[in-house]
C-alpha cells in the first residue's frame, strides 16, 4: 500500500512535470525516498527503470503532439515534450510505434491535409460548361 502511494504520487508528478528537466534525484526527493529505493520500486511495479518509463511517457506525449499540431517542427514539440531529439528518444519511437517520428509527422500531416478546394468549374450543373465555351467562341 504504501509503495503504490509512492507510485501515485510519483506518476501524478511526472504528469505534471514531464517536460521539465526532471533527474532521478528529483524524482526521488519528491516522494521522500532515496534513488536506489525509487529505482527498486519501478523494477517491482513497472518493470522498467525510471527513466525509460519517463522516456516512454515523453514520447507518449510527444506522439499526441505531433498528431494534434503535425505542422509544427518537431524541434518544438521534442521541447515541449520534455525531449532532446537524441538518437536514443529517436529509436525508441520506432520500438514503441513502430515508425519514425518523422513518418508518424508525415502520416499525420496526410491526415489532417486541408481538403481540395472544389473549382468553380466542377460545380457547374451538366452541360452547363459546354454551354458557356460555346458562348465564348
Not at 515534450?81 to 529509436?91: E, F, I, K, M, N
Not at 513502430?98 to 468553380?120: C, Y
Request: net charge neutral; hydrophobic share 40%; aromatic share 6%.
Amino acid at each position: 500500500p504504501a509503495d503504490a502511494a509512492v507510485m501515485q504520487a510519483l506518476a501524478v508528478y511526472v504528469a505534471e512535470n514531464y517536460a521539465s528537466d526532471l533527474r532521478m534525484p528529483d524524482l526521488a526527493a519528491h516522494v521522500h525516498v532515496s534513488v536506489r529505493t525509487l529505482q527498486n520500486l519501478f523494477h517491482s511495479h513497472c518493470g522498467e527503470p525510471p527513466l525509460k518509463a519517463l522516456r516512454r511517457f515523453r514520447l507518449h506525449q510527444l506522439h499526441g503532439l505531433v498528431m494534434d499540431r503535425p505542422w509544427t517542427p518537431l524541434r518544438e514539440l521534442y521541447r515541449q515534450s520534455g525531449l532532446t531529439g537524441s538518437v536514443a528518444d529517436r529509436d525508441f519511437f520506432l520500438e514503441i510505434y513502430g515508425l519514425t517520428i518523422r513518418e508518424h509527422q508525415e502520416g499525420s500531416r496526410v491526415k489532417t491535409a486541408s481538403p481540395a478546394v472544389p473549382s468553380v468549374l466542377t460545380e457547374l450543373p451538366k452541360g452547363e460548361l459546354r454551354h458557356m465555351l460555346q458562348l465564348a467562341a
